[in-house]
């Protein structure tokens, strides 16, 4: 089977002041359909910003990505944006809603932009479901400030999920949130993998979070220092990844 | 302990979009308050300037009453009233001037004793020699008169009086300056022996007697000698103050108005100043938080505050005295062309500079004393762990909400006092005291009290933005129910926007919701003066044309033009002054048969026929409400009226609503039998002409014929209309260009609150673009939310506006034909096309920086 996601030499390069910076340099990986992809290494290894050149947030400045067979690191911006939108979802560790929609109408949002009618019955059903995935649908009218932050984040993960993207992507979800909460919207990414064969591709540098993942790229230096496999498991314990990454001496 | 110094300078510095937006919104202001006070300082001293260069050396002039002559004794007991030590007596009348076939139009002839003349007044010749006064075939005419018809020294012309004709040779040619500045520079001088013959008055008679006081004495002591010498006849006393007051007087409500529509358009500056410091503050609040734990006091915070408001209103009154300077000029000659008097704009009036200097300051420095105590209380623990808070609606709204209700109570509180203090209802809002005025034209309603009553209004609609700006997010909803699901979705999101927190924009919403609802008041008040207007030229002249004399000619013309084709009907009318109760008034002759058949007058509260039928029965007078109010009459009073020559005492028959205005106001109504029988009134002043069915057209063209061997002129009912509209669309066109700049001042108010949103809303639009907002969607997702926000300042405006409009309107007693205000559709569209139109321009450059917003870095942002 094809790839759904594909990466080739991708390189990034900054200019900061007089010089540069260099936070990309030659990465290539392969996602494959309904795969659950962690990419993880410490704090200024690139994994970000790998992120934001797979969902065709950013562009390379060398090498290119394919998202389900399109190249999407050569288009412009507006075609960008409206492949982004058809076949794409994120998951950021801020700024996840719209705090002057409710959270159904967060999660509608996607077909909003697409210039669907977020009342018609298949959106509604298709936000009704994904907020059913995710235990809001009782609190489905209220605005983001009326919720919890792990709801808020869920909220997040219904939106992304909910225009069944061909990819989710999901950038440190659990970043401002406490363990607990971590874990239970680890669950919800897993949970939206396992049974409906959702891709999703997660940038953590929490060793807890990435265990949830099938295979794990860990990146240092603009690199990828190396590819962990911990397949489909339906316990999540940590401690193989955070032994094998103590092997790494991270 | 001071506060860090310059701190407020660096905080301008950091925003530099805000602060030029901010400095230009008060310069602005400051200009139009400094070009509007130096406007009327240019004015009064023009006229003041203008009445002195026609007084001469003369202190006092005594004018003949009526339309009667001081007698040879009476100007012989003012020479030689103790304390006169010069007298110069002039016949001073309006004719028609003729060269061979060519007329040279009305002029009006001073005949004056050359002598006398010049011992009191300095005019100069640019060419030809002064009168002799033995030359009473002589004259001098200024020079710009000579030019526009081609006279020159030696040219002969003629001109007709009661008297008979005279043709006069033109001697000199005066300067055009001082005295030859009167009438429009219309004169012609001769001996006053000649024009006593020209106008049939008797030797040593005059019109006028002009006197120049002993100053060891003083006017006053002369007023009083004159009082007690003149006994043989009535006179009228008049200074050359008095005349700098009457020339000054045309003016003084534009002057007025264009005052508080200025100050109006300062209060928008002084919103956008209190929005711009208080979005700086909100952006601050975690840098004032770090400053406070660093040991900040909550005085040296707020004094950085005031540090930023004192530098923005530095620059800003600089640049607004500057620009002040310039719009002076520019004004000064439209508000002049309004007057008499010509307005010669010399040195910016330090009066005018100071004010404006003051209010730019201090307005600024109010404006920015909520931002300022805002920023005293920031709690230092929880601007660390919060971060910015960009919004502080409610408290803000409340603010607003009570600064407005104290400025609309103050506002109605001046009204009230000035309505009581002027005495009574009918001269509330500063008009109708002059609600019709010396031409008879309704005066423009923009007094003083009236534009207070406007303020107070708008400001009272601008408390109640928010709710205003939902109903505007509401209704856009309803409109666009139907295509729903065609809808875009930059209405959904820019609704919602709005809709969320109306709060956040409800300053800027305010701004443009007085500016918007100036320009809809001034338009409807505009309006309803000028349908007043026109409504009243319906009432009183329901003719087809009306023959005017330049002075009162023989009632039997009334037959020569009664003998035109098509003419169904004439009806004779003399105006003529009058005293009631030792007051000037103005009173009018009519034949009632004739009068009555016009369907002329509109009787209050009586049958109409009755009070014709009284009318023409003889001893009875029919009087305005203006002057039934002014002189406490009612039907079936007793009124006395006096000429010089005599006394009539009449019975009010009945009161009208109006009458054809005199030169004191509108007229008593008397039967032309009554006028000649007991007021010695005879003759015609106009003649209002009904023409017969179908023969209307070429009417004109046909009594001019008639008409012009008698030197009457032909006047169409519409024209005198299109007079009076003609000049309040000058007078309003000039306070519309002033709305229009607080309208501008709310979109720069617009500018840096969109602006401010945009940065704010940086990580939720980078959201929305990461879910798949284009660049297109995100920038039209801005200014479509512009563009509620203007439709909702544009209900407010409009709403606002037609309700001060009314207000002013009820209170200055003038109301449209049907009664009822009837709203100027033309300017609502303005309001909606301006509000709509100019927020969405407004907001081209934060959709700007909306649709540039980068995902990457935008997600980023904490």
Avoid at chain 2, 195 to 200: E, N, S
Avoid at chain 2, 269 to 284: F, I, N, P, Q, T
């Amino acid at each position: 089977m094809p790839p759904i996601l594909e990466a080739r030499d991708l390189a990034r390069t900054y200019r900061v002041g007089d010089g540069e910076v260099r936070a990309l340099q030659g990465v290539s990986l392969a996602v494959q359909p309904g795969e659950f992809v962690a990419l993880m290494g410490p704090s200024g290894s690139g994994k970000t910003t790998l992120l934001q050149l797979l969902g065709g947030l950013d562009r390379p400045t060398a090498g290119e990505v394919v998202l389900d067979g399109v190249t999407i690191s050569s288009l412009d911006d507006d075609a960008a944006t409206k492949l982004r939108r058809d076949r794409t979802g994120f998951v950021f560790q801020a700024f996840n809603l719209v705090p002057l929609l409710s959270a159904r109408e967060n999660v509608a949002l996607p077909f909003l932009l697409a210039g669907r009618d977020p009342l018609d019955a298949e959106t509604t059903a298709r936000v009704d479901e994904a907020l059913a995935l995710v235990d809001l649908a009782a609190k489905a009218d209220r605005r983001p400030d009326e919720l919890a932050f792990g709801e808020q984040q869920r909220v997040a993960i219904a939106r992304a999920i909910a225009g069944r993207p061909v990819i989710l992507f999901a950038d440190e979800p659990t970043g401002n949130l406490d363990y607990a909460t971590g874990l239970e919207i680890m669950d919800y990414l897993f949970r939206s993998c396992a049974e409906r064969g959702q891709t999703v591709v997660l940038v953590t540098h929490d060793a807890q979070a990435g265990a949830f993942a099938d295979r794990v790229l860990f990146l240092r230096d603009g690199r990828v220092l190396e590819e962990i496999r911990l397949g489909r498991r339906a316990e999540h314990p940590a401690r193989p990844l955070i032994e094998r990454l103590a092997q790494l001496g991270q | 302990m001071r506060g860090p110094r310059g701190m407020g300078w660096r905080w301008l510095r950091r925003r530099p979009l805000r602060t030029v937006l901010t400095i230009a919104g008060i310069a602005i202001g400051v200009a139009l308050v400094v070009a509007a006070l130096s406007v009327q300082a240019a004015v009064a001293d023009g006229a003041a300037r203008y009445a002195a260069a026609l007084s001469g050396r003369a202190d006092l002039t005594v004018h003949a009453f009526g339309e009667g002559t001081l007698s040879a004794g009476t100007v012989d007991a003012i020479a030689g009233t103790p304390g006169v030590i010069a007298t110069s007596p002039q016949v001073r009348r309006p004719t028609f001037a003729t060269a061979g076939t060519t007329t040279l139009g009305a002029v009006t002839v001073v005949g004056v004793d050359p002598a006398a003349d010049r011992a009191l007044h300095d005019e100069t010749l640019a060419s030809g020699a002064f009168l002799a006064s033995s030359d009473a075939g002589g004259a001098l005419v200024p020079l710009g008169w000579a030019r526009a018809h081609d006279l020159g020294i030696g040219s002969r012309f003629s001109l007709v009086g009661g008297g008979g004709e005279a043709t006069l040779t033109v001697r000199g040619l005066l300067t055009d300056a001082g005295p030859a500045l009167a009438d429009g520079g219309r004169l012609v001088y001769t001996t006053i022996g000649a024009a006593r013959a020209l106008f049939g008055i008797d030797a040593g008679a005059a019109d006028l007697v002009e006197v120049r006081v002993d100053p060891a004495v003083g006017v006053a002591q002369v007023e009083t000698r004159l009082e007690s010498r003149l006994t043989s006849q009535p006179y009228v006393l008049s200074t050359a103050a008095d005349a700098a007051a009457a020339l000054g007087g045309a003016t003084r409500d534009v002057g007025s108005g264009l005052l508080v529509v200025a100050a109006i358009v300062l209060f928008v500056g002084a919103l956008l100043v209190s929005d711009a410091l208080a979005m700086s503050v909100g952006e601050r609040t975690r840098e004032v938080g770090l400053l406070r734990v660093a040991g900040a006091t909550r005085g040296q915070v707020r004094r950085m505050v005031l540090e930023e408001a004192w530098w923005l209103g530095l620059a800003g009154t600089v640049l607004g005295t500057i620009a002040g300077a310039a719009a002076a000029v520019i004004l000064a000659s439209a508000v002049g062309s309004l007057s008499g008097a010509p307005v010669a704009f010399g040195v910016l009036d330090p009066g005018a500079l100071a004010v404006g200097v003051l209010l730019g300051v201090l307005v600024t420095l109010a404006a920015a004393l909520e931002p300022a105590w805002r920023t005293g209380r920031v709690s230092p623990v929880e601007a660390v762990r919060r971060g910015p808070q960009l919004a502080a609606p409610a408290s803000r709204v409340r603010g607003i909400a009570i600064a407005g209700t104290v400025a609309a109570v103050v506002g109605v509180a001046a009204l009230v006092a000035g309505g009581w203090a002027t005495g009574g209802a009918s001269v509330l809002a500063g008009t109708a005291a002059r609600s019709t005025n010396a031409t008879g034209i309704p005066a423009p309603a923009a007094g003083l009290g009236g534009a207070l009553a406007a303020l107070a209004l708008l400001l009272a609609a601008g408390v109640i933005s928010p709710l205003v700006l939902r109903l505007a997010g509401w209704l856009v909803s309803a409109a666009t129910f139907p295509v729903r699901r065609l809808l875009r979705p930059e209405l959904r999101l820019a609704r919602g926007a709005l809709t969320h927190d109306p709060g956040r924009i409800a300053v800027s919403l305010a701004a443009l919701g007085v500016g918007l609802g100036l320009v809809v008041a001034l338009a409807g008040v505009a309006q309803g003066t000028r349908q007043a207007g026109e409504a009243w030229v319906r009432d009183v002249a329901p003719a087809d044309a009306a023959v005017v004399a330049i002075s009162p000619v023989p009632v039997d013309l009334g037959s020569d033009l009664a003998a035109v084709r098509g003419v169904a009907s004439v009806t004779p009318i003399r105006l003529f002054d009058v005293a009631i109760a030792g007051r000037l008034a103005s009173a009018m002759a009519v034949d009632p048969a004739t009068y009555e058949a016009l369907g002329a007058l509109s009787v209050e509260g009586g049958s109409r026929a009755a009070a014709f039928a009284a009318l023409q029965a003889g001893g009875s007078a029919l009087v305005p409400r203006s002057l039934a109010s002014r002189f406490g009459l009612q039907v079936g009073d007793l009124l006395v009226l006096r000429t010089a020559q005599g006394e009539a005492r009449l019975r009010v028959a009945g009161v009208v609503a109006h009458s054809i205005p005199g030169t004191a106001g509108e007229s008593v109504v008397v039967s032309a039998a009554d006028a000649v029988r007991s007021l010695g009134i005879a003759g015609a002043s106009l003649f209002l002409v009904r023409a017969a069915p179908g023969a209307a057209s070429g009417l004109g063209a046909r009594l001019e014929a008639a008409a012009s061997p008698y030197a009457l002129s032909v006047v169409r009912p519409s024209a005198i209309g299109g007079a009076v509209t003609g000049a309040l669309d000058r007078t309003f066109g000039l306070l519309d260009l002033l709305a229009v700049a607080a309208v501008v001042v709310a979109a720069l108010c617009i500018v840096d609150v969109l602006a401010m949103d945009v940065r704010q809303r940086v990580g939720e639009l980078g959201l929305l673009r990461a879910a798949g907002l284009t660049r297109r969607q995100a920038w039209r997702f801005v200014v479509v939310e512009a563009g509620i926000l203007g439709l909702a300042g544009a209900f407010l405006g409009i709403i606002g506006g037609v309700v001060a409009a009314g207000a002013v309107l009820f209170l200055g007693g003038t109301t449209g034909p049907s009664g009822v205000l009837e709203v100027s559709w033309g300017a609502v569209l303005a309001a909606l096309v301006l509000g709509v139109g100019g927020s969405m321009l407004a907001a081209v450059y934060p959709a700007r920086l909306a649709a540039r917003v980068e995902v990457v870095r935008a997600v980023g942002v904490e």
